[in-house]
């Protein structure tokens, strides 16, 4: 299995990464069973890459079944330390337009079906969430957003809905009032999982609508979403190459050791089943079983 250090998560409307050569599809199983695609590796600009469709080449995977876990451990599993992730979102204040992108900083959380932990089954760790996202990649995007020419607002808050469904007008103005910028239905579990799987996550969030609060907005529609996923498309594989240049792939991720403290299991007491199936994590802090 070829190592690469950077993973790139592509969204709605960014099912492939312009610019990969050298492409090879590798399927992965993983202890958490199928990530939702092949990941496409190859070098973009001579860097080594890992691309993988969130939702599947032809968008078959709704957000509420994706496999979140099998997602970012396919990514460790290959070697990546920095995680790029690109989604659609919907706008939650004027100010953020749609073809805009936004570089959110902290997440919310509206989900209620979904797994967003590798820990449990005999073994309990606590790893830090209260900045959820690195700076460093963070600050490639918006590095990135400058040199390509679009705009990229860097921090804010972005609210995580289980959807499938848009959210009703009355949850929309209650976002709006907590002063959340935009709402997805997919990177928070990302972020949790790679913060545990000590890999660097951050997200470019492209607009494609204002939701349904604004008044003398119609109510969001999915021609009007599609629409602007195109556009939104093709400047995210801009940004999101420029990025992948910047990052310093000769450091390790800055949270490369934040599970040194998090388990709090007695080694002894954990079933091997367990210890198993997170050898890639945990095979670095536990004695030898």
Known sequence: MQKVTIGIIGGSGLYSMPGLSGLKEQFIETPFGKPSDAYMVGELD??????????????????????FRANIYGMKMLGVEYILSASAVGSLKEEHKPTDFVIPDQFIDRTYARTSTFFGDGIVAHVGFGDPVCKVVASAFEEACKQVGVVGKRGGTYVCIEGPQFSTRAESNLYRSWGTDVIGMTNLQEAKLAREAEM??????????????????????????????????ENAAKVVRAAVAALPIDQPSPYSDVLKYAILTDPKAIPQSTRTKLALLLDKYLPAS
């Open 46 to 67: 001579g860097r080594p890459v890992a691309f993988l469709s969130r939702h599947g080449r032809g968008h078959k995977v709704s957000p509420s079944e994706l496999n």
């Open 200 to 233: 660097s996550y951050a997200t470019l969030a492209m607009v494609t609508d204002y939701d349904c609060w604004r008044e003398g907005h119609d109510d969001v529609t999915i021609e009007q979403v599609v629409a602007v996923l195109h556009q939104n498309a």
